[in-house]
């Protein structure tokens, strides 16, 4: 398993991914997974760094360095299960090597982020090309939902559309589970109904968005989000300064800017009447199955994956993205304000929601679908 998160660093969907299908691979009896890691030593994985001056070259580049390490040590493997553009070149190269069958799964596309360049200047170039190349050349390639692997065909029409399999993210319903504990909310000085945007500051997950339609949602709620680590400075700076104009003018604004600890993280996720997703691009969101496994109400914007996670009235709302982004703040404000107004709608919604998270969304399914793709390759 080549993957550039790792807990506990991790700070994105594709890490928890990565994370729960380990764990539950290591159920079934004749599956052996080795971890190979970007970042400092563990007991629990192979890491692979880079130290000195080369620690602070283009991201890119830093991690094609890292994947010709992580190739040249995976000759003992029987398959190579790459996780993201950081590290699909290390499952590529070690195919090439060593004449071994190489899994990618897509948890997004360079293609369709084209506001990475941002973040990694010309490395955005570099990072698309790794990509690319890894995708064509993979065995196979896992889509965590329908609408990923539509947008795989779309964006590689190479690619043979019999090596694209979608296996849709799990949960871990245990973990993520209603957390009756409401002391956080004291602490945050939270007294009313409030609700809930999880995630980073970055162009894709449209927090800015979310921040202009609040001005259309009803004063008598409180907005939390528990959001850090903006992706490059404009998004950062664009965001604080949202965020800065909305506590003046509306007040009961919540920002957590830190890694909530486990527990607190679910009572937010509880407590909040809806959870708010207003992503422009997402191809699956397992914040929405976080959310739905807490039972709460979500309201997300129709793009990607989402449609295939939250049923639209019946755990949640759902909003149609429009580049006119007036009319999609407008709308996503409308469906706030229906589900935060509702009491007993968002009840029924979030029950709703973790009966439907229980019966499809199981890491144990994902585990042996993913066991059986890797029989069919080898």
């Not at 090596?163 to 409401?182: C, L, Q, S, Y």
Request: hydrophobic share 40%.
């Amino acid at each position: 398993m080549i993957t550039k998160e790792w807990p506990p660093h991790i700070y994105g969907g594709a890490g928890v991914h990565v994370s729960n299908l380990v764990t539950a691979l290591a159920e079934i009896s004749d599956i052996a997974t080795k971890v190979h890691c970007f970042g400092p030593r563990r007991e629990d994985a192979v890491n692979y760094e880079l130290h000195g001056d080369l620690a602070s070259i283009n991201p890119a580049l830093q991690a094609l360095l890292i994947d010709s390490d992580i190739a040249s040590h995976l000759g003992s493997v029987d398959i190579a299960h790459s996780h993201t553009w950081y590290a699909n070149l290390a499952g590529y190269l070690a195919s090439k090597m060593y004449n071994i069958p190489h899994v990618v799964t897509a948890h997004s596309l360079e293609p369709l982020r084209p506001w990475k360049a941002e973040q990694l200047g010309g490395g955005y170039q570099i990072s698309s090309w790794a990509e690319k190349i890894s995708y064509e050349s993979a065995d196979a390639i896992i889509a965590v939902s329908d609408g990923m692997r539509a947008d795989v065909l779309a964006a590689y029409p190479q690619i043979d559309p019999n090596k694209v399999h979608t296996i849709r993210n799990g949960i871990n319903t245990t973990k993520f589970a209603p957390e009756k504990d409401g002391s956080i909310l004291e602490k945050l000085g939270i007294d009313k109904p409030y609700a809930l945007f999880v995630g980073r500051i970055t162009r894709q997950k449209g927090l800015a968005h979310l921040l202009r339609a609040w001005r259309q949602v009803s004063s008598d709620y409180s907005l939390v989000l528990a959001a850090g680590s903006p992706d490059e400075p404009a998004i950062g700076a664009e965001v604080e300064q949202l965020i800065a104009e909305l506590s003046v003018e509306r007040g009961n604004i919540h920002w957590i800017k830190e890694m909530l600890p486990h527990k607190e993280l679910t009572s937010l996720l509880t407590h909040a009447q809806a959870f708010l997703c207003p992503s422009i691009y997402e191809p699956l969101g397992i914040v929405n199955l976080e959310a739905m496994a807490c039972e709460t109400a979500v309201v997300a914007s129709r793009v990607g994956g989402i449609p295939e996670v939250v049923a639209d009235g019946e755990t949640g709302l759902l909003v149609d993205f429009s580049n006119q982004h007036e009319i999609f703040e407008t709308n996503f404000a409308a469906a706030i304000n229906t589900v935060m107004s509702d009491s007993s709608l968002a009840h029924r919604y979030g029950k709703a929601g973790r009966e439907r998270a229980i019966a499809e969304f199981g890491w144990d399914k994902v585990a042996v679908q993913t066991t059986n793709l890797y029989r069919s390759v080898i």
